[in-house]
């Protein structure tokens, strides 16, 4: 594991706490201090994925952060992540649910905050709309995009709704078949 440290406008990554030290010596205004070198190794050897701030003076502080990146411009690229393969696989089956290979005809709900103009002033309320549709689509998860992308084009609903999460309980969908039952 690699450490991104930043002070200011400088920054580097470096892989090992020597490294970092030399890097931390060189800044102006950083004194290193045998306190500060055992609890930087010790975040470096630690399972804790979180940043870690360490105090130069009153409102001046240095961070840390561990990543998997070897670069600072690998680090830059990938946005700071520091997931690694495995931690990545244990978060995949949470988005799994709803975005499941499974073609055919879905019927989705949902509620939304509609911006709706108050008659004889020039001001707005939201209010909550319901809208249902019916939709050929993969998976749940095209479904909801289909939905939300269909309200969005319409003119009659303003750029300014709002729209719930797919995880919310203001969705809902239901999985209808290849050839659903006409009403």
């Known amino acids: 594991m690699n450490l991104y440290i930043r002070y200011f406008d400088e920054e580097c990554v470096v892989s090992s706490a020597e490294e970092a030290f ?13 306190a500060l070198m055992k609890d930087l190794r010790q975040y470096m050897d630690s399972p804790m994925p979180y940043p870690k701030r360490y105090k130069v003076r009153p409102r001046v502080y240095f961070i840390v ?27 995949a089956p949470a988005v799994t649910p709803f975005s499941k290979d499974r073609p055919g005809w ?56 709002q729209f719930p999460s797919i995880k919310g309980k203001n969705f809902s969908c239901s999985y209808l078949g290849m050839n659903p039952e006409e009403e």
């Open 22 to 34: 030399d890097f931390l010596s060189s800044l102006p205004g950083i004194t290193l201090d045998e």
């Open 65 to 91: 952060i561990k990543t998997t990146a070897s670069t600072l411009a690998e680090f830059k690229v990938n946005g700071g992540r520091t997931q690694s393969l495995a931690e990545s696989s244990e978060k």
């Open 106 to 161: 879905y019927e989705g709900e949902i509620m939304f905050k509609r911006v709706v103009p108050i008659p004889g002033t020039a001001k707005f309320q939201y209010k909550d709309t319901r809208f249902k549709a019916r939709c050929k689509a993969h998976s749940v998860q095209e479904c909801y995009d289909r939905i939300i992308d269909h309200l969005r084009s319409r003119q009659d609903v303003d750029t300014r709704s």
